[in-house]
């Protein structure tokens, strides 16, 4: 499979504990992104990186997430200190930088914060 | 900032007959818009654009900036087409995509 890959597919953590996910995009594509979505609800914008530069981060974005790209591959999206509130679908897409805008998403790492 | 309804979140249709998927924006700029459809156990992945202007697997959407909505429309579901579909905007030179709640569509055979 050569689509956007993200690990690990569920997690269950218990409030509290810190959690890290991880997504590789397609190869050469440079821009990344992570959303959020919870039950009921569209995909919701949390940061985007072109490259290793992380450009815009949404206000969901509380200082208890971190995103990174250290190398403009892989990225990384670590939650510390978990809320139940936490709980949801993180989905990862990337896009290619000539065909902006077309996203291609990842399967999604579903949280579950008891 | 930029919204997006889509006022019904399911819709069931008979093979056959015609599915119109309602989307309106707000946006105070030139928005980019975009469907995006998830089939059952499937990621999201994009069924059409606006820029495109292009029937994708007999979809179609119009830009109609004077009512800001983007309806996407089939004039015959198939059996196939039961999925989730989801509007989504992306604001000129921006890359994020801020997405509606989303359509069920069952269709019944």
């Known amino acids: 499979d050569t689509g956007v890959s993200q690990n690990p597919r569920h997690k269950i953590t218990k409030r509290g504990q810190n959690v890290t996910f991880r997504c590789d995009p397609i190869?050469?594509?440079?821009?990344l992104y992570w959303y959020r979505q919870t039950l009921g609800q569209g995909p919701e914008f949390l940061t985007y990186?072109?490259?290793?530069?992380?450009?815009?981060k949404s206000r969901l974005l509380s200082d208890r997430f971190s995103a990174e790209r250290p190398k403009g591959s892989f990225s990384t999206l670590e939650i510390q200190r978990t809320e139940q509130g936490d709980s949801a679908m993180y989905l990862c897409?990337?896009?290619?930088?000539?065909?902006?805008?077309?996203?291609?998403f990842g399967a999604g790492t579903r949280l579950s914060v008891l | 900032a930029q919204r997006v309804t889509q006022p019904e979140k399911l819709l069931s249709v008979f093979k056959g007959a015609p599915v119109e998927l309602k989307c309106n924006y707000s946006?105070?700029?030139?928005?980019?818009l975009f469907w995006y459809v998830q089939y059952s156990r499937q990621r999201l992945q994009l069924l059409l654009r606006?820029?495109s202007r292009e029937s994708i697997k007999g979809f179609t959407a119009d830009l109609n900036k004077g009512e800001t909505s983007f309806h996407l429309k089939k004039p015959f579901a198939q059996e196939e087409d039961s999925a989730m579909y989801y509007c989504?905007?992306?604001?000129?030179?921006?890359?994020?995509?801020?997405f509606g709640k989303g359509n069920q569509v069952v269709v019944i055979p």
């Open positions: 897409a990337s896009s290619f930088h000539r065909e902006e805008n077309i996203q291609y």
């Open positions: 190869s050469e594509h440079n821009r």
């Open positions: 990186f072109q490259n290793e530069a992380q450009l815009e």
């Open positions: 946006y105070s700029g030139s928005p980019e």
């Open positions: 606006h820029i």
């Open positions: 989504a905007l992306s604001p000129y030179g921006n890359n994020r995509l801020a």
